[in-house]
């Protein structure tokens, strides 16, 4: 297909100057979009509540409870301090879904206001809070395959701003709902804007590094970074409405390097667009300081030779669904769908987690930066494939230890901490699969599918987001079981890993012969195969 196009990337430094402002247009985006993602993390967050017991009309306090649109069977109160002085009320210190029948009153502690303690999430109404996170992670699977077919139809570019800018405009909308429903909605497109902007903040640079480069520019934590952020935000901030508008300015803020950011150089190859990719082959030249170059090595008109069939959404998928690459979506889909399940269900299960919930986050966010030289450690230096398998062999056996831990050590405080700690790594640690598998997964599609391609596969960990909420029980008595099932998706990703190409060191583009034959990656050699 474009040969030519990553040996011109290799003439012009496979990571000079010019792909470090992309990068850092890229992943300047992206810092919105963890936000954004993990915002339901504090806002599912229960700070504690008290019963007030007693004749409500006893108490007389300027609150107003409706304010918060709590449509319970109890009054909402947020101000603790402002009943102190009403006589023949008992107040039960810490509240319990066990007499919440017959409280007048629900006291939120003054400590954090968050989605929980605007809308009274809690005892029997606490299922909508996993409802909303719910609904978020669906927008956030849609978007995620929107953002793929749209990259490929009108450019990577064009995808990854529209994204940035729904993220800033539904964040702000969001920040003044009037209901729980209201907002639910709001976090359905708030999901599209993360979904679309994650997908692409990956691909997007990615095109314009050659494979060493793809493999090692992960291993910049800036995930890690962007959620140790976002918990210092949380904890200064402790309001909801407030950083949901700090979460849109940010959005709003990274959509300026759009007037910057070129379109992929692959993609206008592929796509027929001679005339700006040949301007923006000379741009990259001048940012790497590299000679100008001879127009042969930016004429790229044999790049879309047999490509043109695969501009559409139909002949996308059928391209898709043939082998060798239905087997590489399957596949890649699955693993996706369990990486996330055990890394998200660890994230949205901080709150159950046995110490201050704050601290838990904080130190969440940084225990995943030291881990982040995994990444290229071992998805360059073993390969994609043995990378990702012996991550995962690590995460399998460091669950089991948390299922042992659970019974064999009758002490709480020191199984508490000791299940925390090693569910923390073990979070870490998927985060750095993950992240290989993302680039393997890049790596595995033509240029012509390659973003739907990937973003069907990336969809699965949309989806396994969906259901991480409800892998970690409420009830920390059954927390064992969380762990017992991450053990068994580590050892499925471990089989299905080893089923797929090692992409390694190859090229990130197939080639097309004038009969339609496609040059495919298997096991590490390259070779031609007709799509039959």
């Known amino acids: 297909m474009d040969g030519h196009v990553e040996r011109f990337v290799n003439d012009v430094a496979g990571c000079g100057m010019f792909q470090v402002l992309v990068a850092v247009c890229a992943y300047s985006t992206r810092l919105g979009a963890v936000w954004a993602m993990v915002f339901m993390s504090f806002g599912s967050y229960n700070p504690g509540w008290e019963c007030v017991l007693g004749n409500a009309t006893q108490l007389t306090t300027k609150t107003d409870a409706t304010q918060n649109n709590y449509t319970g069977d109890h009054e909402l109160l947020h101000n603790y301090t402002e009943y102190n002085n009403v006589l023949n009320v008992s107040v039960t210190k810490e509240g319990s879904c066990e007499i919440i029948d017959s409280c007048a009153q629900v006291i939120f502690s003054r400590d954090s206001s968050t989605v929980t303690t605007q809308w009274g999430l809690v005892c029997g109404r606490s299922w909508i809070a996993s409802v909303i996170t719910s609904v978020q992670m669906v927008g956030i699977t849609v978007g ?72 090692s520019i992960l291993g910049i934590p800036h995930w890690p970074l962007s959620v140790t952020c976002f918990g210092v935000l949380a904890f200064l901030l402790r309001d909801w ?221 949309r989806l396994g987001g969906i259901v991480a909420p409800y892998v970690l029980p409420g009830d920390y008595s059954q927390l064992y079981v969380s762990y017992l099932v991450m053990m068994v998706l580590s050892l499925l990703c471990c089989a299905m890993v080893l089923a797929l190409p090692e992409t390694k060191g190859q090229d990130m583009e197939c080639d097309d012969d004038e009969t339609g034959g496609k040059h495919f990656l298997t096991g590490g050699k390259t070779h031609i195969k007709t799509l039959i």
């Open 144 to 215: 995620a395959y929107l953002a793929g077919w749209l990259a490929d139809s009108w450019g990577r570019k064009v995808s990854l701003y529209v994204w940035v800018l729904l993220g800033a405009v539904s964040n702000a909308v969001a920040a003044f709902s009037t209901s729980w429903q209201m907002f639910a909605a709001l976090r359905l497109f708030i999901g599209l804007s993360v979904g679309g902007t994650v997908g692409m903040t990956y691909l997007y640079p990615f095109e314009f590094l050659n494979s060493k480069w793809r493999g």
């Open 241 to 461: 409405q407030t950083i949901h508008m700090a979460i849109a300015v940010c959005f709003a803020v990274t959509s300026l390097s759009g007037f910057w950011a070129p379109e992929s150089l692959r993609w206008l190859a592929v796509n027929g667009k001679h005339v700006k990719s040949e301007k923006l082959a000379r741009k990259i030249c001048r940012y790497n300081k590299k000679p100008p170059p001879q127009p042969g090595d930016i004429t790229f008109l044999f790049c879309e030779q047999g490509e043109k069939a695969a501009t559409n959404i139909i002949s996308t998928f059928r391209i898709l669904l043939r082998k060798p690459l239905l087997k590489r979506v399957i596949f890649s889909f699955s693993i996706h769908f369990s990486v996330s399940i055990m890394y998200y269900a660890i994230v949205f299960g901080i709150q159950i987690m046995f110490g201050d919930f704050y601290i838990n986050f904080v130190v969440f966010s940084l225990f995943t930066i030291p881990a982040a030289p995994l990444i290229p450690l071992f998805g360059q230096k073993l390969g994609r494939r043995l990378g990702i398998f012996w991550l995962m062999i690590i995460m399998g056996m460091l669950a089991l230890a948390i299922v042992v831990i659970f019974f064999a050590l009758e002490n709480n405080a020191v199984r508490g901490m000791s299940i925390t700690i090693i569910a923390i790594i073990i979070a870490a640690l998927a985060d750095a699969a993950w992240s290989i598998k993302i680039v393997m997964t890049s790596e595995l599609f033509p240029t012509s599918v390659r973003a739907t391609g990937y973003s069907l596969c990336y969809l699965g960990g």
